[in-house]
C-alpha cells in the first residue's frame, strides 16, 4: 500500500512562511503525480498544487505566487514552501500521490489522488 507521509505544518502568523515535506516510504516517488489538497474546519478537500513526474506544477488560483511546490527525486521528497500565509490557509494538509501510467489522466488537480496521508495541521493566526 502506497502511504505518503506528511511534515513540517505547525503554527504562524499570517505573513508568515512554512514548509510542509511528504515522504513516499518503500515506492519510487518519480513513478508518482504528487500533489497537497487542504481540509479546513467547514469545507470538503480542496486541490492546492500537484506537480508531475517531470516537474510540471499545477495551482489552485487561491495560492498563486504565494506557495511553490518541488519534488526531488533524488531524496524521494515533494514540497510546499507556503509563503505570505493568510488565516484563510489554516487546514489540514493532505499529501497525495497517484501512480503515471500509460495514457493516463494529466496531473492536475482536477483528477485527484488514489493515495493520501494522514495530514500535516497548519495554523495561521491573524
Same mark, same amino acid.
Given at each position: 500500500q502506497v502511504l505518503p507521509v506528511e511534515s513540517g505544518g505547525g503554527s504562524v502568523q499570517a505573513g508568515g512562511s512554512l514548509r510542509l515535506s511528504c515522504s513516499l516510504d518503500g515506492y519510487t516517488i518519480s513513478d508518482y503525480c504528487?500533489?497537497? !489538497?487542504r481540509q479546513g474546519a467547514l469545507g470538503g478537500r480542496v486541490g492546492v498544487a500537484t506537480i508531475s513526474t517531470d516537474g510540471n506544477p499545477d495551482y489552485a488560483d487561491s495560492v498563486k505566487g504565494r !506557495?511553490?511546490?518541488s519534488r526531488d527525486n533524488d531524496k524521494n521528497m515533494m514540497y510546499l514552501q507556503m509563503n505570505n500565509l493568510e488565516p484563510e490557509d489554516s487546514a489540514l494538509y493532505y499529501c497525495g500521490a497517484r501512480k503515471k501510467t500509460g495514457g493516463g489522466r494529466p496531473c492536475l488537480i482536477r483528477y485527484g489522488m488514489h493515495y493520501w496521508g494522514g495530514g500535516a495541521q497548519v495554523t495561521i493566526s491573524s
Open positions: 504528487m500533489g497537497w !489538497f !506557495f511553490t511546490v
